[in-house]
Antibody, heavy 120, light 110 residues
Framework: QVHLQESGPGLVKPSETLSLTCTVSSGSIHHYYWSWIRQPPGKGLEWIGYIFYSGVTNYNTSLKSRVTISVDTSKNQFSLKLSSVTAADTAIYYC??????????????WGQGTLVAVSS | QSALTQPASVSGSPGQSITISCTGTSSDLGSHNLVSWYQQYPGKVPKLIIFEDIERPSGVSNRFSGSRSGNTASLTISGLQSEDEAQYYCCSYERITTYWVFGGGTKLTV
């Protein structure tokens, strides 16, 4: 049973950079797509971006200019950096694994989520 | 890509069947896209219930089924139970660009 755990500050000041790490345990980070997904309080899910274990990435076009996702396969971790945050970035941030039968198309394992508030 | 369109809410009585639609454009729900569905209870983590349009993960009740027609995907829940009351999200994966987009979510009331 793969386990994902987000870690990082729960409070970030406006204009600063949000940084989170997802640690993958009981499974390898190799051969899957790893994503960050967020959910503002009371609202829907938004895909932020993904990274393949090789380092290939793709990002939501609405966030692309501010997002960087990286991977450290030696630690079985991947990370999110979101720069120039505003109150609109306040959300629960989830890390998730993309898998499937024929395509890595759906998120089968999720972290418990971490609430990040943007406030001075 | 814009969010997929789902009804804000649907309701049904125990034992009935309901269908939740998920509508997009040809770029969101075209031939290169695969749809998954997630169930989320308040304060809980989303759970995968349908992947690759019609497949059910191991352990998910066969009361849940997925389908596609044109630019619309659908989730059908048969034999409604009170425990099905939750928020449901569709999600489209674009195979060529490796890009995901979620629907706005549908609140199911039983």
């Amino acid at each position: 049973q793969v386990h994902l755990q987000e870690s990082g500050p729960g409070l970030v000041k406006p204009s600063e950079t949000l940084s989170l790490t997802c640690t993958v345990s009981s499974g390898s980070i190799h051969h899957y797509y790893w994503s960050w997904i967020r959910q503002p309080p009371g609202k829907g899910l938004e895909w932020i971006g993904y990274i393949f274990y090789s380092g290939v990435t793709n990002y939501n076009t609405s966030l692309k200019s501010r997002v960087t996702i990286s991977v450290d396969t030696s630690k079985n971790q991947f990370s999110l950096k979101l720069s120039s945050v505003t109150a609109a970035d306040t959300a629960i941030y989830y890390c998730a694994r993309a898998s499937g039968s024929n395509w890595y198309s759906s998120f089968d394992y999720w972290g418990q989520g971490t609430l990040v508030a943007v406030s001075s | 890509q814009s969010a997929l369109t789902q009804p804000a809410s649907v309701s049904g009585s125990p034992g009935q069947s309901i269908t939740i639609s998920c509508t997009g454009t040809s770029s969101d729900l075209g031939s290169h896209n695969l749809v998954s569905w997630y169930q989320q209870y308040p304060g809980k983590v989303p759970k995968l219930i349908i992947f690759e349009d019609i497949e059910r993960p191991s352990g998910v009740s066969n009361r849940f089924s997925g389908s596609r027609s044109g630019n619309t995907a659908s989730l059908t829940i048969s034999g409604l139970q009170s425990e099905d009351e939750a928020q449901y999200y569709c999600c489209s994966y674009e195979r060529i660009t490796t890009y995901w987009v979620f629907g706005g979510g549908t609140k199911l009331t039983v």
